[in-house]
Structures are given as structure tokens and as C-alpha cells.
């Protein structure tokens, strides 16, 4: 059974819709993780703020006792303790954040170098597949 040689334009097509399904599928890989990265850069503030929020009521104010004057020295210390929560879910935030931007821009120059790849090769092929009408 002999089969009859397919037109350069089917390679052609053939081959730029392979190169468009592997793109868009490594695209989709390395976007996976980026929604979650967006997430934590958003909460991680609020989480550390909630944390501030909760060890100043727990620790700093209840251990008074009622007695706000006799506790003006330890209330210092108290603060700078509960403020530690609401500067790490800042630092949490901000590095997950640039690492969110950072990852985005490598993924859109991928992108960009993929469709040139693509075009490349489809260039490549019209120029040695032999022109038959």
C-alpha cells in the first residue's frame, strides 16, 4: 500500500498546530503554581496583622490586670514581641509578591520566544520542503 507524499502546506500546518499545542502546554505547566503565589503574597499581610492584632489583646493588655499605670514599662516590650508577627507576614507579602511579578515576566518572555521559535521553524520548513502544485 503506497501512500501519496502530503503537500508541503499540510506539513506546514501540521507542524505549526504541534508547536502551538506544545507552547500552550508548557505555558499552562508553569503558569500552575502562580495562582497560588498570588494568593499567599495577598494573605500573608492580613495573616500577620490578625497575629499582631491577636497577641497584643492576649498578651499586652490582659496581663495587666487592670492596672494600666503599673503597666506602662512591660507593655513595651509586649508590643515589639507582637509586632514581629504583623513585620514577618510584611516580609512574607512582599517576597512572595516580587516573586509573583518576577516568574510572570519569565513566563511572558517564554512566551514570546516560543511563538519566535515557531516561526522560525515554519520558516525553516517552507524553505526546504519542495514546492509541488
Request: aromatic share 8%.
Amino acid at each position: 500500500m503506497s501512500s501519496a507524499p502530503a503537500r508541503p502546506s499540510a506539513v506546514l500546518e501540521f507542524v505549526g498546530l504541534a508547536a502551538s499545542r506544545a507552547a500552550a502546554s508548557a505555558h499552562k505547566d508553569m503558569k500552575s503554581g502562580l495562582s497560588s503565589l498570588a494568593s499567599i503574597s495577598l494573605t500573608a499581610m492580613m495573616v500577620g496583622l490578625l497575629g499582631t492584632t491577636a497577641q497584643m489583646i492576649t498578651h499586652t493588655f490582659y496581663s495587666c490586670g487592670g492596672s494600666w499605670s503599673s503597666c506602662d514599662a512591660p507593655i513595651g516590650g509586649r508590643l515589639s514581641g507582637a509586632l514581629g508577627l504583623g513585620a514577618f507576614g510584611l516580609f512574607v507579602s512582599v517576597f512572595s509578591y516580587c516573586s509573583y511579578r518576577y516568574l510572570s515576566r519569565r513566563i511572558e518572555a517564554f512566551d514570546l520566544e516560543m511563538k519566535v521559535v515557531q516561526l522560525d521553524l515554519l520558516n525553516h520548513l517552507s524553505l526546504r520542503l519542495p514546492n509541488r502544485h
